[in-house]
């Protein structure tokens, strides 16, 4: 599999954090030859918060976490992901098949089944072999250490290109705390989660309401806020797990420790955004003088979601018709007169016409770049949107042509 030219040069250097252990293995679920399974024990103590796809069609694994998430952290927690398949829309075995799973994992750390949270992705509508998970726990439970999270980063990848990590630090009551976190995520991708599996890790001491509203807030200016190809997967979650093995309290009111936890999230997202399926452009795009944050996301997820827009951008053709277009069709509140467009810094369009000072030559220079940034001032009021996606090109239908053959 050919690497994504936007990926990172290098999965990030992630240090252990006290209370997490992990472990993986070749289970063979889909994939043969490589780790397709990731096992995370948590200590005692630990809070943990999700947010999930808001899809009607919601996997197994996905209705079991959201109903277990309020359990008390007295006794230990366990995080399992397989990948390969999604166990989504398989009727009755769907829960079976967590019930077998949750229940397995219970048995082997020894806690209660209600602190076992899995995660599934992949294909839809095929049985998950769970026999074959639970086959392997043993083997899990033995490699357990709290160095294997490069390891789990891989384990829990589909059609990605590259693992994904991310990590900040702080210091709280002259004490540093660590925040790291990894993601799965390439195709499927749009608000309301996308077909992302994201589980952060800290050692601060966090009462599991805080930390609930902490990742739901944060998750919509940064997970909320990219898309790949307007896909609303089936199995999307972000899950957050606090040790308290710092003894360093924290709660939603905290500025410094929500500020780290947004460069982590917004990190992993843009990541997932760069391992857009055959993606070629990172492409932000910014908009504002809209009447209300609504109208804005509106107008900035047209443009983001537009197929026109994404082919332009994949051909390096500075064509701004189309995010006239896509403006247009928004259904937020706009005016032709009012509207401007730039390339980054380049005026291309204002008042309702071509800028006098632009040029096609400027705005095909600017296109070849990998990182893009689209403007659109609607000249309508104060409020205002960023939106994250790629670049729509033939290695997209390539890559999903065939997923399943």
């Excluded at 807030?217 to 093995?245: E, K, P, R």
Aim: net charge negative; proline share 4%; charged share 20%.
């Amino acid at each position: 599999m050919t690497v994504s030219p936007l990926a990172p040069k290098r999965f990030p250097s992630l240090p252990d954090v006290e209370g997490v252990r992990f472990a993986t293995c070749a289970a063979g679920v889909r994939y043969e030859g490589r780790n397709d399974v990731m096992l995370v024990e948590l200590a005692p103590g630990t809070t943990v918060a999700g947010v999930f796809t808001k899809s009607a069609t919601r996997a197994a694994p996905v209705l079991d976490c959201q109903a277990k998430l309020k359990s008390l952290p007295d006794e230990g927690a366990a995080f399992l992901v397989n990948s390969g398949n999604a166990n989504a829309f398989t009727g009755s075995n769907g829960k079976k098949s967590v019930e077998a799973i949750t229940q397995a994992v219970a048995d082997i750390l020894d806690i209660p089944q209600r602190r076992v949270y899995t995660a599934s992705t992949g294909v839809i509508g095929e049985a998950l072999p769970h026999d074959k998970i639970i086959d392997n726990l043993k083997s899990l439970k033995d490699s357990l250490s709290p160095d294997g999270i490069e390891a789990a980063a891989d384990a829990i990848r589909t059609t990605d290109t590259f693992a994904k990590g991310s990590v900040e630090e702080l210091v709280i009551d002259h004490e540093i705390i660590k925040i790291v976190g990894i993601a799965k995520g390439s195709g499927m991708i749009a608000p309301d989660m996308a077909t992302m599996l994201v589980y952060i890790f800290t050692d601060a001491k966090i009462p599991q309401a805080d930390l609930q509203r902490m990742v739901r807030d944060v998750s919509d200016t940064t997970f909320n806020c990219i898309t790949v190809d307007s896909d609303t997967s089936t199995s999307d979650s972000v899950m957050m797990a606090a040790t308290g093995a710092s003894g360093v309290e924290v709660n939603c009111s905290s500025e410094a420790f929500r500020a780290a936890l947004y460069d982590v999230m917004l990190d992993l997202a843009h990541q997932v955004v760069k391992d857009g399926e055959g993606a070629t452009k990172f492409v932000e795009i910014r908009v504002k003088g809209a009447e209300s944050e609504e109208d804005a996301r509106k107008v900035a997820f047209s443009i983001a979601n537009s197929p026109l827009v994404k082919t332009a951008m994949a051909g390096e053709d500075p064509n701004w018709g189309r995010i006239v277009m896509a403006v247009g069709k928004s259904g937020a509140a706009a005016d032709r007169d009012r509207l401007s467009i730039a390339f980054g810094n380049l005026q291309v369009a204002e008042n309702g016409w071509v800028s006098p000072n632009y040029s096609e030559e400027d705005g095909a220079a600017y296109m070849k770049n990998d990182h893009l940034v689209l403007c659109a001032d609607l000249g309508m009021g104060q409020s205002s949107a960023t939106v994250w996606t790629c670049d729509l090109t033939h290695g997209y239908v390539t890559i999903n042509a065939d997923y399943r053959s």
